[in-house]
């Protein structure tokens, strides 16, 4: 467990960075964080941290903007639904992204599949569920504070997600928590 919030945080991190300079990354997902050795230390055993890589689709933003995607959307199983719908890339939509990635790294691959949403063709597919407004199912072994920043961070209006500081503070909080 710790491992994942250590590594939620990197991305966090990285990522709040990139949006204090205006940029979208557009393609948030696991095959894009790359793990770059560093030394163990008590703070944080693991032997490796996380960084964002694939900046291809990334987008710079005048302050406070939307960038509006003609051409391709990324990864679908990652896209927010406000990309799916309406090509709209914002700051909001990464957030929307690390909230898949986070769940993934808590080891579920199948949330969409047990998940009935009416309109969708294929309960397994995660692009048509979430343009739909459906969310995968969060795992019940994940703790409850992680379970709720996958709920704020997949909510369903853009502005109700937090920022990567938020979340990042948010993960802070559970590590410390996980280690008392």
Known sequence: QEAIL???????????????????HADLKPANILLMSAPKTPEDPRGFICKIADFGMARLLATGTTHTVTDSLGSLAYVAPEVLQ????????????FAMLLLEMWGSSESYAANNHQGVSHPADPPRISFCGGRPRVPED???????????CWAERPAQRPTFEAAHANLTLMLAAARA
């Open 6 to 24: 250590l590594c939620g945080m990197d991305v966090a991190a990285g990522m709040g960075y990139l949006h204090h300079l205006e940029i979208v």
């Open 86 to 97: 309406r090509g709209e890339v914002t700051k909001a939509a990464d957030v929307y992204s």
């Open 142 to 152: 994940a703790p409850a504070e992680y379970r709720q920043l996958l709920h704020d």
